[in-house]
């Protein structure tokens, strides 16, 4: 077998590592957003204003670490220049911030809320902020985990 037959025979499984690799973290994270997204009501503490500071910071961390994610995907899997995929990137985070309140509307005792979706919206700011100003201030190591 030549080498081009061989290269030609495992490509498609070098595409499909990659692709789960950097895609398969994205799927799982909004998966887990979905999915917490489904209960009745989650509470975090029995004192309102600490469970309505935590819900609110979860609220900002997932779609900031989702942010960081997608990029992760798409830097490593598409050919996007960077200020392209870095405002592709916060779309997608919007899209899927405005689609979680949305399906929050159909789930008892829960509500779809325009400030869960701004504050969504800045955790995605706040990621991209970390992509373009202090990801590569990390050490190399950490680096590349989220790169």
């Known amino acids: 077998m030549s080498k081009l037959e061989c290269d030609k025979l495992?490509?498609?499984m070098k595409t499909a590592k990659k692709v789960l690799t950097y895609w398969l973290p994205v799927?799982?994270?909004m998966a887990l957003i979905?999915?917490?997204s489904s209960f009745h009501k989650l509470q975090a503490s029995e004192i309102s204003?600490?469970?309505?500071i935590i819900r609110k910071t979860a609220h900002f961390l997932e779609y900031g670490i989702l942010y960081v994610l997608f990029n992760r995907a798409l830097t490593n899997t598409g050919n996007l220049v960077f200020k392209k995929r870095i405002i592709t990137?916060?779309?997608l985070c919007l899209v899927y911030a405005f689609s979680d309140e949305f399906h929050q509307t159909f789930?008892?005792?829960?509500?779809g809320r325009m400030i869960d979706f701004l504050i969504d919206s800045l955790g995605?700011?706040?990621?991209?902020?970390f992509v373009v100003k202090f990801i590569y201030k990390l050490p190399k190591?950490?680096?590349q985990l989220v790169v």
């Open 124 to 129: 995605a700011g706040a990621g991209l902020l």
């Open 27 to 29: 799927f799982l994270w």
């Open 89 to 91: 990137v916060l779309v």
């Open 107 to 111: 789930v008892s005792g829960r509500s």
């Open 49 to 52: 204003w600490q469970d309505f």
């Open 10 to 12: 495992f490509l498609p």
């Open 141 to 143: 190591k950490v680096q």
């Open 34 to 36: 979905y999915f917490l």
